[in-house]
């Protein structure tokens, strides 16, 4: 009789990684309440911490690599799009600079970016731009598992890179060229840059004094509030540089930090509340009171926050986590 086939290994989850999955996305939440003041930062650590995850996740297991991340970004995605593609049919005044046609709902739905008539290359769903970039980043990433196995980590870095210096010819091929090749790629870069580190590191940042890694988490955190990196200019990734240095310093905290569940929760949840926030937030500035630095503007955006977080934790439960299961069972 045949052996059974080895069970795979799962990653094992990184307290640390959802802590910072909320960090990014409650950033992105508190940017797009206007009046905050705090920097744009959020997108660029998303893209930071999915490059160490991506490649931290296909070191373990390799198989189906483009599968599963199409089932877990596609379902909510698509469900999100349709709704807004419905909503611009329906009611186009509350959505005015969507243009419900079936040419821009098949580019949005299949990640090719896309010029509106106002010249802005958002898809049908807002913050589905950023997920433009995760797409063209995991079909890079599985065209160099297909070629390099083991050295896709370092075959992807090369192929972003190229991509970006080859800016200047590719762009003139079309707005999707020009928007793949974009310097913004290098976020991703700095993300497996970090987990080369930490691979081949790991050992020696894990002995580092934890004493010391949060006052360095603290000092990235609040570099990256207050708006350092888009400060010291230049072409350097400086936002991607502190993302990889926040991250290390949070992952030396894994296991030696007790994070509070409610942040973890919202780490669960992130995917749900960087999408649909927007959209709950919008609904409070317009029909219940503008955003600001008033009192009253201060308690409708602390409450549209808070439920912004609560519909995307509902999101998460009832729509992102069974549909994920539900597919990845296919596999099996």
Not at 39 to 55: K, P, T
Not at 80 to 104: E, H, R, Y
Not at 132 to 151: C, K, Q, T
Request: glycine content about 8%; hydrophobic content about 60%; proline content about 7%.
């Amino acid at each position: 009789m045949d052996a059974p086939a080895p069970a795979v290994e799962r990653p094992r989850r990184m307290d640390s990684l959802q802590v910072l999955r909320a960090v990014a996305a409650l950033a992105v939440v508190l940017f797009h309440c206007n009046w905050t003041g705090i920097a744009s930062f959020g997108v660029e650590l998303f893209f930071v911490l999915s490059g160490f995850i991506i490649c931290h996740a296909a070191a373990v297991d390799p198989e189906w690599f483009l599968l599963k991340r199409a089932f877990r970004v596609i379902p909510l995605y698509w469900t999100a799009t349709l709704g807004i593609f419905a909503v611009a049919l329906a009611v186009p005044a509350l959505v005015p600079s969507t243009v419900p046609s079936l040419d821009n709902l098949l580019r949005s739905l299949l990640f090719v970016p896309y010029l509106r008539a106002d010249g802005e290359s958002f898809p049908l769903l807002f913050l589905g731009w950023t997920l433009n970039y995760e797409a063209f980043f995991y079909a890079v990433f599985a065209l160099a598992l297909a070629l390099g196995g083991r050295r896709a980590p370092l075959l992807a870095l090369a192929m972003l890179g190229g991509a970006i210096l080859a800016r200047p010819w590719l762009a003139g091929l079309g707005f999707a060229f020009e928007f793949w090749t974009s310097p913004i790629l290098l976020n991703f870069i700095c993300g497996i840059f970090a987990w080369y580190v930490w691979r081949l590191a790991g050992h020696g940042l894990r002995s580092a004094p934890a004493v010391l890694a949060g006052p360095v988490a603290i000092a990235c955190l609040a570099a990256f509030v207050f708006g350092l990196g888009p400060r010291l200019g230049g072409a350097f990734p400086w936002n991607g540089a502190l993302g990889v240095v926040l991250l290390l310093a949070l992952l030396r905290l894994d296991g030696a930090v007790r994070w509070p569940a409610w942040l973890l929760l919202i780490g669960d949840a992130s995917y749900s509340l960087y999408l649909l926030h927007p959209y709950v937030l919008e609904l409070f500035n317009r029909l219940i009171h503008p955003f600001g630095p008033d009192p009253l503007g201060i308690a409708v955006t602390s409450v549209a926050v808070l439920l912004a977080v609560g519909v995307a934790i509902a999101s998460f439960h009832l729509l992102e986590r069974p549909s994920n299961h539900a597919l990845r069972r296919l596999l099996k």
